[in-house]
C-alpha cells in the first residue's frame, strides 16, 4: 500500500517562497503520475499542478502558472513544488496525490489539461498548510 507524506508547508510573507515535498514508502512512485491540489476550508479541493510519470510532462492551473515548478527525485521518491511569489491566496492545505499512469488521462498528458485532477487519484497524502501573510 502506498503512502504519501507531504512536508515543507508554514507561514511566509507574499513573495516569499516555500518548496513542498512529498515521499512515498511502501512503494515506488516510478509509474505514478503525482498530483498536487490544495483546498481552503468551506471550499471545493482544486487541482494546482501534476507531473507524469515519467517526469516529462508538466500542468499548471492558471493560478499558479509562472510561480510554481513541480519536480520529481526517483532516487529520493520523492516529488517537489516549488512555489515562488507566494500570494495570500495560495493560503490553503496542499495535498499531494498518485494515481497510476495507466492511460494518458491520468498520466497529466497536455491534450487534458486540467482533467487529471478529476480523473480520480489513488492514493492522498495527509496534507500539509501553508499560510501566505500579505
Known amino acids: 500500500q502506498l503512502q504519501l507524506m507531504e512536508s515543507g508547508g508554514g507561514s511566509m510573507q507574499s513573495g516569499g517562497s516555500l518548496r513542498l515535498s512529498c515521499v512515498a514508502s511502501g512503494g515506488k512512485l516510478d509509474l505514478y503520475a503525482i498530483g498536487w491540489f490544495r483546498q481552503v476550508s468551506g471550499k471545493e479541493r482544486e487541482g494546482v499542478s501534476c507531473?507524469?510519470?515519467?517526469?516529462?510532462?508538466?500542468h499548471y492551473a492558471d493560478s499558479v502558472k509562472g510561480r510554481f515548478v513541480v519536480s520529481r527525485d526517483y532516487a529520493k521518491n520523492t516529488v517537489y513544488l516549488e512555489m515562488n511569489n507566494l500570494k495570500p491566496e495560495d493560503t490553503a492545505v496542499y495535498y499531494c496525490a498518485a494515481v497510476l499512469s495507466v492511460s494518458s488521462l491520468k498520466n497529466c498528458a497536455p491534450t487534458y489539461g486540467g482533467r487529471f485532477y478529476t480523473s480520480g487519484m489513488d492514493y492522498w497524502g495527509k496534507g500539509t498548510l501553508v499560510t501566505v501573510s500579505s
Open positions: 507531473i507524469s510519470s515519467s517526469g516529462g510532462n508538466t
